[in-house]
């Protein structure tokens, strides 16, 4: 079993800036790991997923203003979230594939309000 556990949320005026962490429980080598968002009343979409030796797959809507990035020696991944819209809000989920098995973490809220 492996535990995802995520900081850094909360809320921010539009146009600024948010970084979330998340930290596995277990290495992160070799996996798939990156993130996904949930708005009210919507479904769970892909946000950005990294693998290793492969670029990053970003949703479109975020392309060229969010980066995600891995540190495997501390088995963290990393969303650089700049130039946020109200439409960024939602709850962002950390995501781990590791031995066909899917999970998830708690969820850290993101709101971009003025």
């Known amino acids: 079993q492996v535990q995802l556990v995520e900081s850094g949320g909360g809320l921010v005026q539009p146009g600024g800036s948010l970084r979330l962490s998340c930290t596995a429980s277990?290495?992160?080598?070799?996996?798939?790991m990156g993130w996904y968002r949930q708005a009210p009343g919507k479904q769970r979409d892909l946000v950005a997923v990294?693998?290793?030796?492969?670029?990053?797959n970003y949703a479109d809507s975020v392309k060229g203003r969010f980066t995600a990035s891995r540190d495997v020696a501390k088995n963290t991944v990393y969303l650089q979230m700049n130039s946020l819209k109200p439409e960024d809000t939602a709850v962002y989920y950390c995501?781990?594939?590791?031995?066909?098995?899917?999970?998830w973490g708690q969820g850290t809220q993101v709101t971009v309000s003025s």
């Open positions: 995501w781990l594939r590791k031995l066909d098995r899917d999970y």
């Open positions: 277990q290495s992160i080598f070799g996996n798939p």
């Open positions: 990294t693998r290793i030796g492969v670029a990053t």
